[in-house]
């Protein structure tokens, strides 16, 4: 495949400093839990992605995507917006656990290269590529069916560090007690850059 539809641009698109992977990271090897038991992507939410990750060598994060009847645009096909949704969650967990920097994401740019079916399961590698101050800069690729199967799916995400009082001032006031919910999340986070 032609890659002339991928973006040119240079990533990341300004000047940054290689990751700094947190020295209480998970390691190779270790499955993700879940960050949040009501998260859309990767909680445990009827019909939606329920998304698992686990953490590979060399500051790659592998993310799998089963994609179901319940996730079509078109007939038999996944939906984009969904699509690109599991690509936010891939890259935010790997943001999140490698860096344990809380961010969100200001933006997310996919290139949808091949449709993908109702019944495939989209193998995500995810990898964060450089930080500038708050500015966290990651990238993923998606392949059908197997981690080296046919990419479909490729995106370049922006995640700007937080406070922890984002969550509880813009969402659920009882945000932090709700994410150390999940047993292996904790209010301690490094939060300043
Ligand atoms: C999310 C859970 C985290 C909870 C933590 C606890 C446990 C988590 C554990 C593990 C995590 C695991 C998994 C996470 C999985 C999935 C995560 C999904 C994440 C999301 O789904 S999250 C929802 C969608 N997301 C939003 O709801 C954001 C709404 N938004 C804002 O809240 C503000 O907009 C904000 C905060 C982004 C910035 O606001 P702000 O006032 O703090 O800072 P400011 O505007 O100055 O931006 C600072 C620098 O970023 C540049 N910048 C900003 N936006 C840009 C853009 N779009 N394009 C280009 N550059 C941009 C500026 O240009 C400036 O650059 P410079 O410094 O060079 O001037």
């Known amino acids: ?17 290689p990751p700094l992977v947190h ?8 499955k993700l839990e879940m960050h949040y038991v009501e998260c859309f992507g990767c909680g445990d939410v009827d019909n939606g992605l329920h998304m698992h990750s686990t953490v590979g060598e060399a500051g790659v994060v592998y993310s799998q995507f089963p994609v179901t ?3 079509q ?20 967990s790997t943001v999140g656990n490698l860096l344990r920097r809380p961010a969100v994401t200001g933006k997310l740019e996919t290139d949808f290269l091949r449709p993908v079916p109702v019944g495939t399961t989209l193998f995500i590698a995810a990898k964060v ?11 993923a690729d998606g392949h059908l069916d197997s981690a080296d199967g046919a990419v479909a799916v490729r995106a ?14 813009n969402g659920d006031p009882d945000a932090l007690k709700k994410f150390s919910q999940t047993p292996s999340r904790r209010a301690d986070w490094d939060i300043n850059p």
């Open 73 to 92: 645009g078109a007939p038999g096909l996944a939906h984009g917006g969904l699509l690109a949704c599991a690509f936010d969650e891939a890259l935010g």
């Open 1 to 17: 495949m032609s890659d002339k539809r991928l973006p040119v641009t240079p990533w990341p698109p300004v000047r940054t400093e």
């Open 156 to 169: 370049r995400g922006l995640f700007v560090q937080v406070g922890l009082d984002h969550f509880t001032r």
């Open 69 to 71: 009847a319940a996730h």
């Open 129 to 139: 590529d450089g930080v500038a101050g708050r500015k966290i800069y990651a990238s």
């Open 23 to 30: 020295a209480d990271a998970p390691g190779p090897g270790v």
